[in-house]
T-cell receptor, first 111, second 109 residues
Framework: DGGITQSPKYLFRKEGQNVTLSCEQN?????MYWYRQDPGQGLRLIYY???????QKGDIAEGYSVSREKKESFPLTVTSAQKNPTAFYLC??????????FGPGTRLTVL | RKEVEQDPGPFNVPEGATVAFNCTYSNSASQSFFWYRQDCRKEPKLLMSVYSSGNEDGRFTAQLNRASQYISLLIRDSKLSDSATYLCVHLNYGQNFVFGPGTRLSVLP
């Protein structure tokens, strides 16, 4: 089955820790994206990558980092510099001018 | 002005009703448009793509008016399962997807 997987589904982080969220796709899509969604709010773009070994900051990149070493993978690291990281994190991919497909999301909670 | 704006909602309608959502966008260079639905605590899922003037899929009809820069979504014969948040999305020339804040729909028995 083609699709996007994210892991873990739930993640708990202590203050001051870095954590990495996984995103993998087997749709052969060139572009991948990370979004953050807070309760009752819309999606906000963190980072995106349109090709391997290249990525750009979105609207709220501060406190986050990404890498794109393989076409299939686009991990997101939430660093200790992100002051309010508790949120729902969504990864997506797309090809050309066509629609985005989303993974099931990771719910991150800071303890 | 936000790049994509939607009816704030929430819309509470009885089963069987027809409901319409509007969405306006400010970037006249937008290429493609989409409607997604998002259930509570789940990921958005594609409902319809709108590449030309409109699209129809069963009970759902999307219309695009480029001159006025708005798209609409019409849902006929609402079902309880249609209850969700509906997201208006457009793709600009930078290949960035821009999401509206969403409109919440509750279909009541």
């Amino acid at each position: 089955d083609g699709g996007i997987t994210q892991s873990p589904k739930y993640l708990f982080r202590k203050e001051g820790q870095n954590v990495t969220l996984s995103c993998e796709q087997n749709l052969n899509h060139d572009a991948m994206y990370w979004y953050r969604q807070d309760p009752g709010q819309g999606l906000r773009l963190i980072y995106y990558s349109q090709i391997v070994n290249d990525f750009q900051k979105g609207d709220i990149a501060e406190g986050y980092s990404v890498s794109r070493e393989k076409k299939e993978s686009f991990p997101l690291t939430v660093t200790s510099a992100q002051k309010n990281p508790t949120a729902f994190y969504l990864c997506a991919s797309s090809s050309g001018l066509r629609e985005q497909f989303f993974g099931p999301g990771t719910r991150l909670t800071v303890l | 002005r936000k790049e994509v704006e939607q009816d704030p909602g929430p819309f509470n309608v009885p089963e069987g009703a027809t409901v319409a959502f509007n969405c306006t966008y400010s970037n006249s260079a937008s290429q493609s448009f989409f409607w997604y639905r998002q259930d509570c605590r789940k990921e958005p899922k594609l409902l319809m793509s709108v590449y030309s003037s409109g699209n129809e899929d069963g009970r759902f009809t999307a219309q695009l008016n480029r001159a006025s820069q708005y798209i609409s979504l019409l849902i006929r014969d609402s079902k309880l399962s249609d209850s969700a948040t509906y997201l208006c999305v457009h793709l600009n020339y930078g290949q960035n997807f821009v999401f509206g804040p969403g409109t919440r729909l509750s279909v009541l028995p």
